[in-house]
């Protein structure tokens, strides 16, 4: 089981970047996949999750209406576009495959967790 996020960097306030996590074939069989995000001193926290179909999505409050969660389950990649970013966007970001089908934004839903990437947006 493999996840691996990728697409993190340095990036001016106001600025975009898009989160790439790629999963093996079985990690991503039928299975929901969130993004979650840890910054330095604080909690890991959710941001946003979508259903294996891709049907529906959840999102954290911080979140809704600045990054969109998708996927593309013919390549077993799922994105986040992050947009007009912010300097307490900055974290390490995380994506976890769930346990099951459904999009959740409970840590206990997730049993596969990948390496994060460095997310950094300087003011």
């Known amino acids: 089981v493999q996840l691996q996020a990728s697409g993190g960097g340095l990036v001016q306030a106001g600025g975009s970047l898009r989160l790439s996590c790629e999963a093996s074939?079985?990690?991503?069989?039928?299975?929901?996949v969130g993004w979650f995000r840890q910054a330095p001193g604080k909690d890991r926290e959710f941001v946003a999750a979508?259903?294996?179909?891709?049907?529906?999505?959840v999102y954290a409050d911080s979140a809704k209406g600045r990054i969109t969660i998708s996927r593309d389950n013919t390549k077993n990649t799922i994105y986040l576009q992050m947009n007009s970013l912010e300097p307490e966007d900055t974290a390490v970001y995380y994506c976890?495959?769930?346990?099951?089908?459904?999009?959740?934004?409970?840590?206990?839903?997730?049993?596969?967790w990948g390496k994060g990437t460095q997310v950094t947006v300087s003011s």
């Open positions: 976890a495959a769930a346990r099951s089908s459904s999009a959740t934004r409970y840590f206990s839903g997730y049993n596969y």
């Open positions: 074939a079985r990690t991503f069989s039928n299975n929901a």
């Open positions: 979508i259903s294996w179909r891709g049907g529906s999505t």
